[in-house]
């Protein structure tokens, strides 16, 4: 089934530890997403991609890291988790940047304690 | 920069209609997307907004003011498996993703 994927679906972690959150899509597309989304403050995002190789800084990007390497992966990484950073994360990507429909993967609860 | 205001919730009856009103100020629009999120689950696509009008789906429809800065998804006959936020979302020139409101969570009641 064609998509985009997440793992793992819901971590508990402890600070300080690092974490990689794994996004995988077979749909092609080109631009890719993370976004992070917390009760009262919607969906923010974290870094983007608009093309394999290349990666941008979003809105909240402290704290956090992504490579490009391929089209079809687009992992987040916390180098040294915070609790500030328990959330839900939610990878997305869409066939080009900007006005393009965008198909979300089911999210990653994080709770960092 | 951009602003997006949303209602933060509303409620609404089985087999009525209900509007989910959206607002937004920014430098430079590309068009507005409308997006039904269910507790625990992904955001899904509903539809997108470009040019000034109404765009009618099925039940749900979304109107769109460039002039005014306004949207609305316009939900008809609603059905218990509505309740959801219904999250308004800016494509801004330039930008690399899209903006989005805080949502507004929808409950539809019997």
């Known amino acids: 089934i064609a998509g985009i994927t997440q793992a793992p679906t819901s971590q508990i972690l402890a600070a300080g530890r690092r974490m990689t959150l794994r996004c995988t899509q077979d749909?092609?597309?080109?631009?890719m997403y993370w976004y992070r989304q917390d009760l009262g403050l919607g969906l923010r995002l974290i870094h983007y991609?608009?093309?394999?190789?290349?990666?941008g800084k979003g809105e909240v990007p402290d704290g956090y890291s992504v490579s490009r390497a391929n089209t079809d992966d687009f992992p987040l990484t916390l180098a040294s988790a915070v609790p500030s950073q328990t959330s839900v994360y939610f990878c997305?990507?869409?066939?080009?940047?900007?006005?393009?429909?965008?198909?979300f993967g089911q999210g990653t609860r994080l709770t960092v304690v | 920069g951009q602003n997006i205001d949303q209602p933060t919730e509303m409620t609404a009856t089985e087999g009525a209609i209900v509007q989910i009103n959206c607002t937004y100020q920014?430098?430079?629009?590309?068009?507005l997307f409308w997006y039904q999120q269910h507790a625990g689950e992904a955001p899904t696509f509903l539809s997108y907004?470009?040019?000034?009008g109404l765009e009618e789906k099925g039940r749900f429809s979304s109107f769109l003011s460039r002039s005014k800065g306004y949207s609305y998804l316009l939900l008809k006959e609603l059905q218990m498996k509505d309740s959801a936020s219904y999250l308004c979302?800016?494509?801004?020139?330039?930008?690399?993703?899209?903006?989005f409101g805080t949502g507004t969570r929808l409950t539809v009641i019997p």
């Open positions: 997305a990507s869409s066939q080009k940047q900007g006005a393009s429909e965008a198909f």
């Open positions: 749909m092609r597309h080109n631009a």
């Open positions: 991609s608009n093309t394999a190789g290349t990666t």
């Open positions: 920014t430098s430079g629009f590309n068009g």
């Open positions: 907004n470009v040019l000034d």
């Open positions: 979302a800016v494509d801004q020139t330039g930008a690399n993703n899209l903006f």
